[in-house]
């Protein structure tokens, strides 16, 4: 198993990498501010704090790429090109959304985005995003599918029967592990035994790549590298990025004083901020100005408003169409 160093990157890849984050934070942070409306009624899993995983691997992917999300879904939407609009119709439960405001948060997609689909059973996209990777090989494509499962994810049974098909296989398919620490309130240490994630990737005959999963540029990096290998026919890959939720499992608060985790680690892990750190790269280098940040932050918050408005604004779906959408 190896670690990823960040290479240099042109500008122009070190302020997609940065406005990606930076909107995915913009948005989320908008969403748990406004979540106390009590208009957003289904649940909702935050990505604040592990914004790079999403943004440094989905910028590495074209738009005929598939992937498949989990619960915790917004960051992957968006990154991957989402449709914002369609996204937060779809928490307020409305007609225009994704899915006709059947599904709720944790069930985003886009066809035009490459959004497979986003699943809230543990582990359930790995198989999904396995099976995308076979129709590529048998369409002889050359597209790659990608999916994030957690942590808790790899104690499923579908992430090893996942792997071992794949790896037999040579599918064009990299799974992405998003270590936050956590499943729900129980810490990793107490779930598994002590040995680093990506050892599991090599049991069954799989790369797997570790980095920091703060660190976007490493992240894309890795995540470049792995999808190239996928695509020219080279097989599946695991990468583990270790990084941190900053709420609550689910939920906009913050949950420190649940006892499960100490104000102390989350402010060891807050203080390592994906977005803050880039920010601070690129002003230090003379890329991006405070006018700059504000100009760009000023045009993705009015962007926000003005979708939160277009779906507040939206009809919910009539009762007559409660037999749509269906699929049996």
Request: proline share 4%; glycine share 8%.
């Amino acid at each position: 198993m190896s670690e990823t160093m960040a290479p240099s990157f042109l500008v122009n890849d070190q302020l997609a990498l940065f406005r990606s984050m930076l909107r995915i934070r913009l948005v989320e942070e908008a969403i748990a501010t406004r979540y106390a409306e009590q208009e957003m009624r289904c649940p909702v899993h935050l990505s604040i704090g592990q914004e790079a995983v999403a943004t440094g691997v989905c910028l590495a992917l074209r738009p005929q790429d598939q992937i498949v999300s989990t619960h915790r879904s917004h960051a992957h939407y968006l990154a991957k090109g989402g449709d914002l609009n369609a996204m937060l119709a779809e928490i307020y439960g409305k007609e225009t959304g994704c899915c006709g405001g059947r599904g709720g948060s944790m069930h985003l997609f886009d066809a035009a985005a490459g959004i497979l689909a986003s699943l809230p059973i543990v582990g359930s996209a790995i198989g999904i995003a396995t099976g995308a990777a076979l129709a590529f090989q048998q369409e002889g494509s050359d597209c790659v599918a990608v999916t994030f499962p957690g942590d808790a994810s790899v104690e499923e049974g579908i992430f090893h029967e996942s792997l071992n098909f794949a790896a037999l296989m040579s599918l064009p398919v990299v799974y992405v592990i998003e270590n936050n620490l956590y499943a729900c309130f129980t810490g990793l240490e107490q779930r598994q035994p002590h040995r680093p994630l990506g050892d599991l990737a090599l049991a069954h005959g799989l790369t797997a790549v570790t980095a920091d999963g703060n660190d976007v540029e490493a992240i894309h990096a890795a995540a470049k590298d792995a999808i190239a290998k996928a695509r020219d026919g080279g097989g599946p890959s695991v990468l583990v990025f270790n990084t941190y939720r900053w709420r609550e499992h689910c939920g906009p608060n913050y949950d420190n004083n649940v006892g499960y985790r100490s104000e102390e680690e989350f402010q060891q892990w807050k203080a390592r901020c994906p977005v803050e750190s880039l920010q601070k790269k690129l002003m230090a280098e003379g890329q991006l100005s405070d006018q700059d940040l504000a100009a760009m932050t000023a045009e993705i918050e009015a962007e926000v408003t003005a979708a939160f408005q277009a779906a507040k604004a939206a009809p919910f779906p009539l009762a007559a169409s409660a037999e749509e959408r269906v699929y049996a």
